[in-house]
């Protein structure tokens, strides 16, 4: 009976997990009161899973149904207290909608106690207790970013503005002018810079910067100089994108100054994420995508979807209205989750068309059976084909003959053929995921306790 209720209960939390997922999706697309449909019956599936009452939580706050966004993300951290982005979305709505200020400082600070490098929960936090009248925590919070971004813009005009508010004019004109430095075509800088001058009786030089103001303003509006600067080419080549792929889970761009930011992101299930925001209101447009072989062709269609992604952002921050951002057809044609048409495969599938490794011979570790699966345990592989093995351990469904699952150590074959170095990656039958590369996976014992961590995390198990 206890094997039969544990097959269950793992089933249910497959389940819930890829209901969940599919909200995402759903969400990517505007599609937010579908989105919050799927989480529902994810709570049902696995009333346990944090992430269907915060994801279903993001999908109330788009919904503008907040205080049902503010209970599921309560709810969130009462079942993980340590997911950061659960405080942040919360902080956002109290700050933005509900106007309760120092909730939202209180949760910023509980991102910061988790992540003490977050940047944008130091800004958000810093420009709450500007707005509180607390000036001089909001120079301390500004400074803390400085120090960790020596070169982000807002961070100084914030500061700048900051002191002028305690009469600290010649901080204030030092802060304005490193801001300058960064962006020269800071209408809004140039004007502020120009009433501190004026405030210490500096009027020539306050003159000069209206002058600059006003003539930025006119260009600015114009011609869009330095209106919308926005990231258009992600990739400046083949080695930057193959560095990302073999070695990373995530990597960000940023314009000078910091005021917009493109990320792409390797997700649990084996999309990449692209998404471009705008940091001084939190406008952002994203789009999965496929992972994808490294050539030339591939490369210039990801920028072009980069360029298409930009062009949406400023749609959305011309007309201030989602709905009229283009949703299709996908901005990264069929490099798209969306796009009907496949990109060409990173790597050649195996005759029964997965991507497992087929292993010749090996030494077998241990076997054991956790819920409604069977792990096998192997090391020093002999695989079929190029690509070779130190360690893998397999999940079976029981009484299947195919896994369902795996994580493998891989030797990289451009290293020596003497490297400790291995990559780490999980199989599933329709992808490889990389999660970065190391000496540790070249340690039994070290892959193992990985591996367990891998498999409880994507198969919903317990391994202990």
Not at 7 to 22: D, P, Q, S, T, V
Not at 166 to 179: E, G, L, P, Q, V
Not at 212 to 237: C, L, V
Request: glycine share 6%.
């Amino acid at each position: 009976m206890k094997n039969i209720l544990l097959k269950l209960f793992g089933i249910r939390k497959i389940k819930a997990a890829k209901y969940w997922k599919e909200s995402l999706d759903l969400y990517c697309l505007g599609k937010y009161a579908e989105g919050v449909s799927l989480c529902e019956k994810a709570i049902r599936a696995n009333p346990k899973d944090y992430r269907a009452y915060k994801y279903r939580g993001f999908g109330y706050s788009e919904l503008k149904e907040y205080s049902k966004a503010i209970s599921d993300y309560t709810k969130a951290i009462e079942l993980n207290k340590d997911d950061e982005t659960i405080y942040s979305d919360r902080a956002k709505i109290y700050a933005n909608n509900l106007k309760e200020y120092s909730k939202a400082i209180a949760d910023y600070t509980k991102v910061i106690e988790l992540d003490p490098e977050h940047i944008r929960a130091y800004y958000k936090r810093g420009e709450l207790y500007y707005d509180l009248k607390d000036f001089r925590n909001a120079i301390l919070d500004f400074t803390k970013i400085i120090e960790m971004k020596p070169n982000f813009e807002l961070a100084y005009i914030r500061r700048g503005e900051a002191y002028i508010s305690i009469d600290d004019f010649s901080n204030s004109i030092s802060d304005y002018s490193k801001a300058i430095d960064i962006n020269i075509y800071g209408a809004e800088t140039y004007l502020n810079r120009a009433l501190a001058y004026s405030a210490i009786g500096e009027d020539n030089k306050g003159n000069i910067d209206f002058q600059k103001a006003t003539h930025f303003a006119y260009r600015g509006e114009n011609h869009k100089i330095g209106k919308y600067e926005i990231i258009e080419i992600f990739f400046d080549d083949l080695n930057e994108y193959w560095r990302f792929f073999m070695n990373k889970n995530e990597i960000s761009k940023e314009t000078p100054g910091g005021k917009c930011t493109a990320t792409l992101k390797k997700e649990e299930d084996g999309k990449w994420l692209y998404t471009l925001s705008w940091w001084e209101d939190g406008k952002w447009v994203g789009e999965h995508v496929r992972p994808f072989r490294a050539n030339q062709n591939n490369l210039d269609l990801f920028n072009k979807g980069c360029a298409e992604t930009a062009r949406r952002l400023r749609i959305f921050q011309e007309t201030n209205d989602f709905n009229k951002v283009p949703q299709k057809p996908p901005a990264f044609g069929k490099l798209s989750c969306d796009s009907p048409e496949e990109p060409e495969p990173i790597r050649e599938r195996k005759p029964d068309g997965k991507y497992f490794p087929v292993i010749k011979n090996a030494k077998l570790v241990k076997r054991f059976n956790v819920g409604i699966y069977e792990m096998v345990l192997y090391t020093d592989v002999i695989a079929l084909g190029i690509i070779q093995y130190s360690h893998i351990l397999f999940a079976y469904i029981n009484g299947q003959k195919e896994p369902s699952f795996a994580v493998a150590s891989e030797f990289d074959n451009l290293d020596e053929p003497d490297s400790i170095y291995r990559f780490l990656g999980s199989f599933s039958s329709d992808r490889h995921i990389n999660y970065g590369k190391s000496e540790e996976w070249a340690d039994l014992t070290l892959f193992e306790k990985k591996a367990y961590e891998i498999m409880n995390k994507e198969l919903g198990v317990e391994i202990v």
